[in-house]
């Protein structure tokens, strides 16, 4: 909770920003929603969502006959947890030997940095993780992962620059399969400019995978930089065509006034935000948390 309290500081601090002087007031009329709804539209939550919410907050003050707007936050915390429910966050794992969990996004969106903390949290868990270079277009992708291995304390596969991305996950998953790994993290590269290229290169890590480790890939987590906002859901919607998704990780969300991207993402996508980056180091990516999000948000 603490973690996600400072993380959303930004969000959390530009809705109140918007939204103090009313919850200070003593009239609780439709002007009050009307700036609810402006403030949450403010914070990327999108028309839809934005509309939905603010009706379930209304509907919720008339059932617990609420007089004040000083008692709505609460309502809004709560309409917010219930449509971020909609969608489970858990992670994916295997029943039994490896989890394979293949991570694409665009450059820039924090994929590197994601495997590196992600790979943190599964090791302070007491699993065995292991890291694939699967980026192999950009050399200084794989030099970046291998710096994460050092720094976190697990091996990288890594190929020469230019090789095949299916080659280096079917090393990794040889690997881990004599190694006892419980997780493979497979970094892939981000060039969504040329989609039909990507979209086959992907298809080859499936096919490998799915051969030699049945039911990989166990996850597809999608990272999309919070800090562009509604322009993450348009990014979203293209990965969608090109790969099968099975989360999101969202970065970045501590240098944002516009966490609220979080609800369209799980209410107009139907895909769930697994993970959260909330700072720089290591320690800052959470397993998502609704209600932990939405109190950080509101309360
Ligand atoms: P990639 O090209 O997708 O692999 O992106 P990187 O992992 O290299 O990340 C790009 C930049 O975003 C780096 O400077 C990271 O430190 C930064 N970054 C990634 N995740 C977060 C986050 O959750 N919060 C903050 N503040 N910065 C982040």
């Not at 918007?18 to 919850?23: K, T």
């Not at 490896?98 to 924090?110: E, M």
């Not at 369209?264 to 909330?278: D, F, H, M, N, S």
Request: proline share 4%; hydrophobic share 40%.
């Amino acid at each position: 909770f603490e973690r996600f309290k400072q993380g959303l500081k930004k969000s959390r601090g530009a809705l109140f920003g918007r939204l103090g002087h009313l919850f200070s007031s003593n009239r609780l009329d439709d002007s009050v929603y009307e700036e609810m709804e402006e403030a949450f539209l403010a914070a990327d939550m999108g028309m839809e969502t934005s509309l939905q919410v603010v009706e379930r907050v209304r509907r919720l003050a008339r059932e617990n006959k609420i007089q004040q707007p000083s008692e709505l936050p609460p309502l809004m915390a709560q309409a917010l947890t219930e449509a971020l429910e909609k969608v489970d966050p858990t992670p994916s794992v295997a029943a039994d030997g490896p989890t394979l969990v293949l991570v694409v996004g665009v450059n820039g969106a924090g994929k590197t940095t994601s495997i590196g903390k992600l790979a943190h949290y599964y090791k302070s868990q007491g699993k065995k993780v292991l890291l694939a270079a699967g980026d192999t277009f950009r050399a200084a992708a794989t030099e970046q992962l291998v710096a994460w291995g050092e720094r976190v304390g697990c091996d990288v596969v890594r190929h020469v620059a230019g090789a095949d991305p299916a080659a280096v996950v079917y090393d990794a998953i040889q690997a881990a399969k004599s190694r006892k790994v419980d997780f493979i993290l497979c970094d892939t590269a981000g060039r969504l400019q040329n989609k039909d290229h990507l979209m086959k290169e992907l298809a080859k890590i499936y096919k490998v995978a799915s051969r030699e480790l049945p039911g990989s890939p166990h996850e597809v987590l999608l990272v999309l930089d919070g800090t562009t906002g509604q322009n993450a859901i348009s990014q979203a919607k293209v990965f969608r065509e090109v790969v099968q998704v099975s989360g999101i990780v969202l970065t970045k969300l501590d240098g944002t006034a516009k966490g609220g991207v979080v609800l369209p993402i799980v209410q107009e996508l139907g895909i769930p935000v697994k993970w959260v980056g909330l700072g720089e180091s290591k320690e800052d990516l959470q397993p998502f948390s609704a209600r932990a999000f939405a109190e950080s948000l509101c309360e």
